[in-house]
């Protein structure tokens, strides 16, 4: 998403455990992080935003193990959703609109779950006046409706 960092997963070794695919168009800043530690011993307002960076990204990674782990498919759709919207509030959009950019099979990849399942999970959404979806566009109408569906999993 634009505005986003990643490669942190190379600092310790140089090398780079995942990969990443735009799916959309994007412009990409490759910046060896030999380069960000120089500059940030002469700005130290950078070290601090660096470290807030990758604290964001610690979270984020383990956002994504809880959802690969014990919740329900309407549980991970909430959260993923949830996650989307509040990313693109970061960035000053909407947080009731947005486009997927990923295909359903392509979220269910991403959560752990089959192409139907994901599409159920959508139409159960959709029929219970939690969101709008036309295609890859989806309108969140009951935002606490999603943070329900996730935060049962929280309450465990």
Same mark, same amino acid.
């Given at each position: 998403m634009a505005g986003e960092i990643i490669g942190l997963d190379g600092i310790v070794s140089d090398h780079h455990n995942c990969n990443a695919i735009a799916l959309e168009d994007a412009e990409v800043c490759v910046m060896?992080?030999?380069?960000?530690?120089?500059?940030s011993? +002469?700005?130290?307002?950078?070290?601090?935003?660096?470290?807030? @960076?990758?604290?964001?990204?610690?979270?984020? +990674?383990?956002?994504?193990?809880m959802l690969l782990g014990n919740m329900r498919a309407e549980e991970?759709?909430? *959260?993923?959703?949830?996650?989307? @919207?509040?990313?693109?509030?970061?960035?000053g959009l909407s947080q009731s609109e947005l486009v997927l950019r990923m295909s359903r099979e392509e979220i269910g990849s991403?959560?752990?779950?089959?192409?139907?399942? @994901?599409?159920? *999970?959508?139409?159960?959404?959709?029929?219970?006046?939690?969101?709008e979806v036309k295609q890859r566009y989806v309108r969140i109408i009951e935002p606490e409706a999603l943070k329900k569906i996730?935060? *049962?999993?929280?309450d465990y």
């Open positions: 060896p992080f030999s380069n960000v530690e120089e500059l011993r +002469e700005f130290p307002v950078l070290q601090r935003h660096v470290h807030k @960076v990758m604290s964001r990204e610690i979270v984020r +990674e383990n956002s994504v193990m991970r759709l909430a *959260a993923f959703l949830l996650n989307l @919207v509040q990313r693109l509030h970061a960035r991403y959560l752990g779950l089959k192409l139907e399942t @994901v599409s159920r *999970a959508f139409s159960k959404f959709g029929e219970e006046g939690i969101i996730f935060k *049962a999993q929280l």
